[in-house]
């Protein structure tokens, strides 16, 4: 399910779409985060956890499209199908209420990857401070920090590249145990009935080699040879 939300904003952004061509995004990675000019439209990226949604915590209603912090009466009267929890965002708003801010290299990769609907953010607890009990020893003070597992795939030109080496291999393969097949059952080789009758018949039952090539010269006993011959053949 998607859980990256890109809306638009009017505050400072250093993520903007283009909006005179195709929508794509780029990003203005200097301290400067308001240097766009009329044909770009403003950006900021939500990404969003199924995780419940506790007091104080930012919340993205998917029917509205807004964004809202959760209150203690809020929590039971909102909607839980359709709200999410914000654990990671490029809103300075949300970031001053406590919302990780997301880092650079996730926004350089989905610059690249504008289509991008779905990150795995792993979660993992870090230290953030030291509190000393009544005994004198430091207790460590821990924090829950969100890091976003980016997709690693292969330019296409080298998944390309691989396919066709594969498809190659594969082609080689066949063609040799195809050959291996014509050769031990003769699939595809001219020969005269005589030889097919020493080949395939006479094997069973040498006694019948010449019925067996008499009959099969005449058209109407072609059919009958034929399926003799087919019932040999299973038996070998």
């Not at 396919?163 to 080789?189: C, M, N, P, V």
């Amino acid at each position: 399910m998607k859980n990256v939300h890109v809306l638009p904003t009017t505050q400072p952004s250093r993520l903007a779409i283009q909006l005179d061509c195709k929508p794509k995004y780029n990003l203005q990675l200097s301290k400067i985060e308001n240097n766009w000019t009329d044909n770009w439209k403003k950006q900021h990226i939500y990404i969003t956890s199924d995780e419940e949604i506790e007091e104080d915590d930012l919340r993205y209603d998917l029917k509205c499209n807004e964004i809202f912090k959760t209150s203690k009466s809020d929590i039971e009267c909102y909607d839980t199908l359709n709200c999410k929890k914000i654990i990671l965002s490029t809103d300075p708003t949300l970031i001053a209420d406590g919302v990780q801010e997301i880092e650079d290299e996730f926004l350089e990769w989905l610059v690249q990857n504008p289509t991008c609907e779905f990150v795995l953010p792993q979660k993992t607890q870090h230290v953030v401070s030291y509190e000393t009990n009544y005994h004198g020893r430091a207790t460590p003070l821990y924090k829950w920090v969100y890091k976003i597992i980016i997709p690693q795939e292969e330019p296409k030109q080298e998944k390309e590249e691989e396919y066709f080496k594969h498809l190659e291999k594969d082609k080689k393969e066949f063609a040799k145990e195809w050959e291996e097949i014509r050769q031990e059952f003769g699939f595809g080789k001219k020969e005269s009935l005589e030889e097919a009758a020493e080949r395939h018949y006479i094997k069973c039952i040498p006694s019948d080699r010449h019925s067996f090539i008499a009959g099969a010269k005449s058209d109407a006993a072609r059919d009958y040879w034929f399926k003799v011959f087919k019932e040999q053949f299973k038996k070998k």
